[in-house]
């Protein structure tokens, strides 16, 4: 169907409804252009009774914001440009990002250790506490440009930086060896081959005490800002959706006893059922008791159950636009989030099975009981026809002999009314001799009491 209020082009037919909205949703969230080096607090809280307005407030308070218009907010979606920052706003299904980007502190470029990084943020702190909603996602992503030829050294600096032993990294945007790049000296003594990736990304996936999490991006000179905007998107797109996939994690282990409650008590009924230990009634009670707990386990968790596959699938494409490669003596970041991520999906998706599995189950049995109080009640209405064609063939026979007696005593009245009037035609001088008349009309007036009640039955009948 078409849009009504959508004018027609000159070259076109009208347009269908929504088309405009539909084709630039591509546009709806552009990437951010970052200029090197950066730093990068991307904090997501999860909305649940936050309303728009409530943000709406929120946002006001940035400094010189106070005469932001609610109407900005419209598209779940703004960008500001504040005093020092660049910041944005997004509003998802579950959650809403809190997105500000700025130059990179002096003190916390690559030779650093351990920068102090929220100190020098261009958001007022407190700010940043009071944003509305629980936060699901904090992180500090610092990137910054050093070269990729050296890559011991280098791991090195990034390691210091971190504060950490052991970190998961990985070079991105590799496809195969760079046959043409000329590595340099110290990467051709050490005999490593520079892959054809644009750029390292290296984290401890840990809680800092301030309770953010840390990664740095370490990109070559002239990287385009285009670029380093997509690179910091799709690592805090990755972190955000594991976490928001690992949500039903904790749903998934706490139906673990009450599945299995259920489903002991399942077996049991359906014993039950096979043995005819018990009366319908209680199995009936048992089992309808057991499937309200079943469906109400589904009312409230198979929505997180669905979001958190679609947050999952989205985690392995976000990964899959990485394009990762290893970088000698680390793990990289997709194989490390696999290996931990993908048990604890499995054992959603499992869940989400089992407790689908176990609903369809209560069903059959359901059906099954069901079955069987069908066939019962059947032999019971078979067993009340009987016994009431017993009773209508009894009636029947009360009947013929209750109208056996009505033709006699209609008679006998009859006859003796007849009496009466022959005695008083004798009274009145008439030769006749009254009970000899009302002896010899006796078989007369039964055939004729009989035949009127045939007759009355008759009509009985043809009017039923």
């Not at 100190?119 to 070269?147: D, E, F, K, Y």
Request: hydrophobic share 45%; net charge positive; charged share 20%.
């Amino acid at each position: 169907m078409h849009d009504p209020d959508t004018p027609s082009t000159g070259f076109l037919p009208p347009d269908a409804s929504q088309r405009a909205v539909l084709h630039n949703e591509v546009h709806a969230r552009p990437s951010a252009r970052i200029r090197l080096p950066a730093l990068v607090v991307d904090v997501a809280v999860l909305h649940e009774g936050v309303t728009r307005d409530m943000a709406w407030e929120h946002l006001r308070q940035l400094p010189g914001q106070s005469g932001l218009a609610a109407a900005c907010l419209q598209d779940n979606f703004l960008r500001l440009r504040l005093a020092d920052c660049t910041f944005k706003w997004e509003r998802h299904n579950e959650f809403s990002r809190y997105t500000i980007v700025q130059a990179l502190p002096q003190h916390a470029l690559l030779d650093a250790v351990e920068p102090d990084l929220m100190s020098h943020l261009a958001v007022p702190a407190p700010w940043l506490r009071q944003i509305p909603g629980c936060t699901v996602s904090a992180i500090q992503l610092v990137m910054l440009n050093a070269p990729l030829d050296d890559a011991q050294a280098l791991m090195a600096q990034a390691m210091r930086w971190l504060g950490a032993r052991t970190v998961v990294a990985s070079l991105m945007g590799s496809n195969a060896l760079n046959a043409t790049a000329a590595p340099g000296p110290t990467a051709q003594a050490r005999g490593y081959q520079h892959p054809a990736g644009h750029s390292w990304a290296l984290t401890q996936f840990k809680l800092q005490e301030d309770g953010f999490e840390r990664m740095l991006v370490i990109a070559p000179e002239g990287t385009s800002q285009t670029r380093a905007g997509r690179i910091a998107g799709r690592l805090l797109e990755l972190e955000i959706y594991r976490l928001m996939a690992l949500r039903g994690l904790p749903v998934a282990k706490a139906l673990g006893p009450m599945l299995t409650q259920a489903e002991n008590e399942l077996a049991s009924i359906t014993a039950r059922l096979e043995n005819k230990t018990a009366s319908d009634q209680e199995l009936l009670d048992t089992l309808v008791s057991l499937a309200a707990r079943v469906e109400r386990a589904t009312a409230e968790h198979i929505y997180r159950f669905s979001a958190s596959q679609a947050y999952y699938t989205l985690v392995g494409q976000r990964l899959t636009e990485l394009r990762e490669k290893a970088i000698p003596g680390t793990q990289m970041i997709g194989e490390y989030l696999q290996h931990r991520l993908s048990p604890a999906m499995a054992t959603v998706a499992a869940t989400a099975r089992r407790l689908s599995s176990l609903s369809g189950r209560v069903a059959r049995a359901s059906d099954l009981l069901r079955t069987r109080v069908d066939i019962a009640t059947e032999a019971q209405n078979h067993e009340l026809l009987a016994k009431l064609n017993r009773g209508q063939e009894m009636q029947l026979h009360l009947q013929s002999t209750v109208e056996g007696l009505s033709i006699a005593a209609i008679s006998y009245y009859v006859i003796s009314l007849l009496l009466y009037g022959g005695k008083a035609l004798k009274a009145a001088g008439l030769p006749i001799n009254p009970e000899m008349a009302a002896g010899a009309l006796v078989p007369v007036v039964l055939w004729v009491v009989w035949r009127t009640t045939q007759k009355i039955h008759a009509k009985l009948v043809a009017k039923h």
